[in-house]
């Protein structure tokens, strides 16, 4: 059939067309930007996308097939374009010849290309009303009919409905209303330059899709001109729904430049930072504005919101996680407060407040439609969790030792003691620690591992709880609990060693009521590991263990082990691999001075911002190969976490403590990186921009320098290579005492200094023989094959690592302090590289080599 309109698309291109005036309807060109942040590939009819405003949300493949939402309704699916040429009835559907995609904060851009015309289309979504558009710019050599189909639904979220839903077509202003009886929620889609296709009963919805059409007899009238297809919709009055369509149909360009300026405000107000990775460099940059598309303001609650994570609803009624989940929130607010966005962090914590129960409990999930449905009354999700309480009291703490603000502590202080004293009273034991038989789920939510009576993830957010009660109680002076709080921390502390099983050397996922232990491997330690939690010793262990091919691939660390009964690489639960768990682990490593498997297993999650949604992070992925289970939601914000904050904690090594007037420096830099900054680093009242740099192998070098009121001292503990010497460390040019830990992969410095106009930083050392932390590179369908790092110590004089490869395979590991190495074992020196060849073995396998450095 193409070849019939390629012949007579040639006809009707030789016949010569008169100028005319421009295509009415449409509009000048303004300009769409292209920034450093903009990603662009090839696009994959099938892959997600989504344009997403605080009001308004279009959800798609990047075809251009999409479902268009204004929270908390489901305005229309499956909308579509076709194109005609000239007089020909064959359409050529959009997504058959669908070529680019590129993403911007502000748009995506789809570039449709046939031999005759190439089409972009250009989709906004606008933050400051429940609507959005699509500008498409035609460059066509002949006459051009698009159309665009969808179906229409006006449906709110799972688990409510509506019925009687009608749709029409109003000529006057060239769009169809999609509305209900009650006169209570409404959809409006159209374009100014459309002319209506489907006249559906006023009394039903049609199971054909509704259609209009855009034709372009001369294609000279578009040439500098966008077509705009514009989308409003949502609950109440009519009138003000139509407003806000006219408004984005009379000035798309004022709406392009409100989202602009949105984006340029959230780029300037957040932590902006350069390594020699480009990768990590957008990674950062997307990790804010990801969240920030997470970020609801529903009409039909009081204040905005922040949900778990987004994707097509389809028919199935809910948006991917676009709910309410609390513990979701209470996670994420521990990377948007390092990415410095303290008030999405305020908003998103305060939020989850309306909805804590009388007895103090927080909540689990929050449907959007509430407003529908009994949700509180007749479902029983709501709040089937128990680790969101002690975790909201945790993230509240997190908040305050970034920002200080003590008035928003004292304002949260209600809810902070009653949900405080909720989880407190789960401790049915008496052993200091929360029970998952009376607090409810906490890291599993089915399976045989489920009926247990505390697992290690609820104990680790009750442990920070405590910490953290102590401080948020003095704030509010409640001088007794402050007391209490001290008192659960010493006994939870205590109890947290329970989960240790000398047998088999690690922290167990759980234990039973009879107190035995259920010695699964899970990353699930990792949370209290990273915030101090259990022995050094221990930790180490237990990260070492984490550490080896059955748990941790290329893409990220597997939720059970490949050698567990229970695993299964696509459950959910039993064996996939999950980002916000490989973030856990990855700070903990860095927590416990394991700084070349933290980097490693950060960069993981690194590649998934540009995988498979671009700018976001999937939800999950195959504990088998790097891919995803076809149900993973593919825009998911506390995953999106697994890029932030191994990267701030660990990597730039930031832990403030504003009430205390102190910002913590611990960078724990990979060796073969010469220099990184980190700007606009908020912290209290203050704005710090940090520069720190390795110019030559036995030289740390950081720039400090602060802008407003904040922290006036900084407290430095660099990580060094391991088995390096420190010579000298010198601030401002004057040499400053300074302590040395060693630890299994690093050599940390410790000194502090007050900091004034700025602090320049300089340590000279002599570089320990160590390896360079390796950056895994996978591309999507690869099956793991990177080395892992397992152990490393010291042994009779020579340093020894513990490495696992694929069987007969070589690899080329980097090393620092090669000039004092005097011999190797089991490894090949070639210039600063150790080169590994793997013993034979079955294809595919891991196993593991010991290689052993003498050194001087």
């Known amino acids: 059939m193409l070849r019939a309109i390629v012949f007579a698309s040639a006809l009707l291109a030789a016949a010569p067309a008169a100028a005319q005036d421009p295509l009415p309807g449409s509009v000048p060109d303004f300009g769409i930007r292209s920034s450093i942040d903009g990603l662009e590939r090839v696009a994959l009819e099938g892959n997600y996308f989504d344009k997403v405003g605080s009001m308004f949300a279009m959800l798609g493949e990047e075809g251009g097939t999409f479902e268009a939402w204004a929270w908390p309704l489901q305005l229309f699916r499956d909308f579509r374009l076709s194109f005609f040429i000239g007089s020909s009835t064959t359409p050529i559907e959009a997504a058959d010849i669908v070529q680019r995609i590129r993403v911007e904060p502000e748009t995506t851009t789809l570039t449709y290309v046939f031999q005759s015309f190439t089409v972009k289309a250009h989709f906004v979504a606008a933050q400051d009303l429940p609507g959005g558009m699509i500008l498409l710019d035609v460059d066509s050599s002949e006459p051009l009919r698009i159309v665009a189909g969808f179906i229409p639904t006006l449906t709110p979220m799972w688990p409510a409905g509506l019925g009687g839903q009608y749709a029409y077509w109003y000529n006057d202003f060239k769009a169809y209303l999609i509305s209900e009886p009650s006169r209570s929620s409404h959809g409006f889609v159209g374009s100014p330059a459309a002319v209506g296709l489907s006249y559906t009963p006023a009394h039903m919805l049609s199971e054909q899709p509704n259609e209009f059409s855009i034709p372009i007899d001369d294609p000279a009238t578009v040439i500098g001109r966008f077509i705009p297809i514009v989308m409003a919709g949502g609950p109440g009055d009519r009138a003000k729904i139509r407003a806000a369509y006219d408004r984005i149909a009379a000035r798309p360009d004022s709406v392009y430049g409100a989202t602009v300026a949105h984006f340029d405000r959230l780029r300037d107000s957040v932590m902006r930072v350069t390594t020699p990775d480009e990768r990590v460099n957008r990674a950062i940059a997307w990790a804010a504005y990801s969240y920030d598309n997470l970020m609801v303001s529903n009409p039909q ?53 309306l909805f804590q129960r009388d007895d103090g409990k927080m909540p689990h999930e929050v449907t959007q439609a509430t407003e529908y449905v009994d949700w509180f009354g007749k479902y029983g999700y709501a709040y089937i969790h128990g680790d969101t309480s002690p975790y909201y009291v945790a993230a509240v703490y997190d908040h305050f030792l970034w920002t200080a603000d003590s008035s928003w502590v004292r304002e949260r202080w209600p809810s902070l003691r009653r949900a405080y004293l909720w989880s407190k009273a789960t401790d049915a034991d008496g052993d200091g620690l929360m029970d998952n038989t009376k607090a409810g789920l906490g890291a599993l939510e089915f399976g045989s591992l489920t009926g247990i009576q505390t697992d290690i993830y609820l104990s680790a957010v009750w442990l920070r709880a405590t910490e953290a009660m102590r401080s948020l109680a003095r704030v509010a002076g409640d001088d007794s609990l402050v007391t209490a709080a001290g008192s659960d921390h010493e006994a939870a502390v205590g109890a947290f060693e329970k989960f240790w099983n000398p047998d088999v050397g690690q922290y167990a996922y759980a234990f039973n009521k009879d107190g035995a232990t259920v010695d699964e491997i899970t990353p699930w330690a990792g949370v209290a590991l990273m915030w101090g939690y259990g022995r050094d010793d221990r930790a180490r262990r237990t990260l070492e263990r984490l550490a080896r091919s059955d748990m941790t691939t290329d893409w990220g660390v597997r939720m059970m082990s490949t050698g567990s009964r229970y695993f299964e690489p696509l459950n959910y639960n039993y064996g996939a691999v999950w980002p916000f768990l490989t973030s856990w682990v990855a700070s903990a490593q860095y927590a416990r001075g394991l700084p070349l498997r933290g980097f490693s297993t950060w960069r993981t999650a690194v590649g998934h911002v540009e995988n498979r949604a671009l700018g976001h992070v999937t939800e999950v992925m ?100 391991r088995g390096s010497t420190v010579r000298t460390v010198t601030v401002n040019g004057h040499t400053v005492p300074f302590t040395v830990e060693s630890h299994a992969e690093a050599t940390i410095a410790r000194f502090d200094t007050p900091i004034r106009d700025g602090v320049d930083v300089r340590i000279e050392y002599d570089p320990g023989f160590s390896l360079v932390a390796p950056a895994w590179e996978t591309r999507v369908g690869d099956r793991d094959g990177g080395v892992k790092i397992v152990g490393l110590r010291e042994s009779d004089g020579a340093v020894e690592f513990d490495l696992e490869g694929i069987a007969g395979r070589t690899y080329t590991v980097g090393v620092t302090g090669a000039g004092r190495l005097q011999r190797m074992e089991g490894a090949d020196l070639v210039g600063n590289s150790l080169r590994i060849t793997f013993p034979a073995g079955p294809a595919d396998t891991f196993i593991p080599v010991t290689v052993r450095a003498h050194v001087r």
């Open 622 to 721: 195959s504990g088998a190969a790097h891919t995803w289970p076809q149900e993973s939601v593919p825009h998911q914000g506390f995953c999106t976490a697994a890029t932030v904050l191994p990267f701030s904690s660990g990597l730039l090594g930031l832990r403030p403590d504003a009430p205390a007037g102190v910002l913590g420096i611990a960078p724990a830099l990979p060796a073969d990186w010469p220099r990184v900054s980190a700007r606009n680093v908020r912290v209290g009242d203050a704005r710090f921009d940090i520069e720190y740099a390795q110019p030559q192998d036995g030289l740390l070098g950081i720039l400090v320098s602060r802008s407003g009121q904040g922290p006036g001292t900084l407290v430095f503990a660099p990580s060094l290579p």
């Open 301 to 353: 609650f009081p204040r905005r919101g922040l949900v778990a994570g987004l994707d097509r609803a389809g028919r199935g009624g809910r948006p991917g996680f676009g709910w309410f989940f609390g513990g979701d929130a209470y996670i994420n607010s521990l990377s948007l407060n390092a990415l410095g966005a303290h008030e999405m962090s305020a908003d998103a914590l305060a939020f989850t407040e």
